[in-house]
């Protein structure tokens, strides 16, 4: 038993039990923790470990009347280590992000060394070395190690600064300039600094490389949020005029913004100049997301694209290319007609123009305006002021009505249906907004147009008010309106809507 007694004292000596107390709750803190290192608590596990059994060495030891010095200075040497590794774990990892101070990994890095050192000189002093004497010749050691890696070093110094001085943290994007990675910043180590591109490649770039490089943090201003500026190029004929080309591609990219794109600032479309036959204009808008910039860019050429298309603004032909078209009366004789039968094709698929006669369906074919939109654009909105009636050839739209959060879809248009005739017979305001669901090919029927067509066909508007009240009372419906309202109004409405229709296009007063 008098072995047992000298291993109990000797382990309340270097007081062990307390030691492995401060362990276990250090260790049970630490895995109820979200997201914490935990190396330096299996480090300090294994010098514990080390240390009890440098402890029952050093009993064994004196129970047997040998020299215990030598084992009595190991087991301090791992109960400090051990001692180090909790503190660091416990004030640095736990303590200080709690209270919203995180230190970067090469600071905990840092102190964790100078810590260690601590305990070496502790130790050494115990065993007898000569502390000044070690300084010294470390200090020699140390200027021949310094020569032969002063890279290494540098890498070493340059990732201290930088976490030091945060210029760059994880999560930034960054370049070092033209011809060089672009690149979201993942880790900084000691050595290097790595970044993932758009490629899923990673790059190691050694922070002495990096500190003295020129480094461009992308999306990043002060008291602004994350976003980028692109710059998207496209080219048209030069006899176009610019105001005409600004105008609607500025007023495609605004009223319907992409999600990824930024609405502060707006979007902007600028003029560049000429080059030999086009002129060259830009989109320059703000990204959001830095990650997934050419999707956005491709989804912005097509808006821009749609647009020309709608303002009949053709694109530019290269100047190196050449076509030669004889141009006559037969040539422009058949063109004409190819277009007026498409026209009239649209004109079919309504139901509303299908019964006219022909001379009255060729008129409006000819002031019909061909309309492309592309997906998630609006060809009509809630509130506006337009006497046009769209009629839907190719592609689908949805329906909405209100603004905001209690915005919500009531109906879906397909072709051969058409949309706006309250605006074009009346002059009221859009009831709704008609977004285009898929890509749409629609013609547009203007008042001037269809003022003709009711004048050569009186009877077109008792048909055209029977079918807006129709409409009205399901919208009405849509919009949750009381049943003894919808039925009033609706009867209301087949008195006097022929009347309004008839007022609006003055054939009263032709008449």
Not at 160 to 189: F, M, N, Y
Not at 435 to 456: C, G, H, N, Q, S
Request: proline share 4%; with cysteine; charged share 20%.
């Amino acid at each position: 038993m008098e072995l047992w007694s000298t291993l109990g004292a000797e382990l309340w000596a270097a007081r062990t039990p307390f030691i492995l107390l401060a362990y276990v709750v250090i260790r049970i803190a630490s895995e109820q923790a979200v997201r914490v290192e935990r190396y330096h608590m299996k480090a300090a596990g294994s010098m514990l470990v080390a240390h009890v059994v440098a402890v029952c060495v050093t009993a064994v030891q004196i129970h047997y009347e040998y020299d215990p010095r030598i084992a009595s200075i190991v087991s301090l040497a791992f109960v400090l280590l051990a001692s180090v590794s909790m503190g660091i774990t416990l004030v640095l990892r736990l303590l200080l992000p709690r209270v919203g101070f995180v230190l970067p990994q090469i600071m905990i890095d840092l102190v964790t060394a100078m810590c260690t050192l601590v305990v070496l000189i502790i130790v050494g002093k115990r065993a007898g070395f000569s502390v000044a004497g070690l300084i010294t010749t470390s200090a020699v050691l140390t200027a021949v190690i310094g020569f032969s890696l002063q890279d290494t070093l540098g890498n070493v110094m340059g990732g201290l600064s930088v976490q030091l001085d945060k210029s760059v943290a994880v999560g930034d994007w960054i370049t070092l300039g033209p011809g060089q990675p672009t690149g979201r910043v993942t880790e900084i180590r000691w050595r290097y600094t790595a970044i993932e591109t758009r490629n899923w490649e990673t790059v190691i770039i050694p922070n002495g490389v990096l500190v003295k490089s020129q480094v461009t943090i992308l999306g990043r201003r002060t008291g602004e949020p994350l976003q980028l500026r692109r710059h998207i190029e496209f080219f048209v004929d030069f006899r176009t005029s610019p105001t005409d080309v600004i105008s609607a591609c500025e007023a495609a990219l605004r009223a319907d913004p992409l999600p990824e794109m930024a609405t502060t600032p707006p979007p902007q479309v600028l003029f560049f100049g000429v080059r030999d036959s086009f002129a060259v204009y830009a989109v320059r808008y703000w990204l959001r997301d830095l990650n997934i910039d050419d999707g956005v860019d491709s989804a912005v050429r097509v808006r821009v694209w749609f647009a020309l298309k709608r303002a009949s603004i053709a694109l530019s032909i290269p100047a190196q290319s050449m076509f030669l078209t004889v141009e006559n009366a037969e040539r422009a004789q058949r063109k004409a007609s190819q277009d007026l039968a498409q026209r009239l094709a649209a004109l079919a698929t309504v139901d509303l123009f299908r019964g006219l006669p022909d001379s009255t369906r060729e008129a409006l074919a000819e002031g019909l305006t061909r309309m492309p939109f592309a997906a998630g654009e609006a060809v009509t909105r809630e509130g506006d002021s337009d006497d046009g009636l769209y009629m839907l050839v190719e592609g689908e739209a949805a329906v909405r009505i209100g603004s905001g959060p209690a915005e919500r879809e009531v109906a879906r248009l397909r072709a051969g249906q058409f949309f706006g005739e309250m605006s074009l017979m009346t002059g009221e305001t859009r009831t709704a907004t008609v977004i285009a669901a898929t890509d749409l090919v629609t013609y547009r029927v203007a008042k001037p147009a269809f003022r003709r067509v009711l004048e050569e066909t009186p009877g077109l508007a008792e048909q055209i008010a029977e079918l807006l009240v129709e409409r009205r009372s399901a919208l009405a419906a849509a919009q949750n309106e009381r049943e003894d309202a919808r039925q009033s109004r609706i009867e209301n409405a087949r008195k006097d809507l022929v009347g309004k229709i008839r007022g609006f296009f003055g054939l009263d007063r032709a008449n």
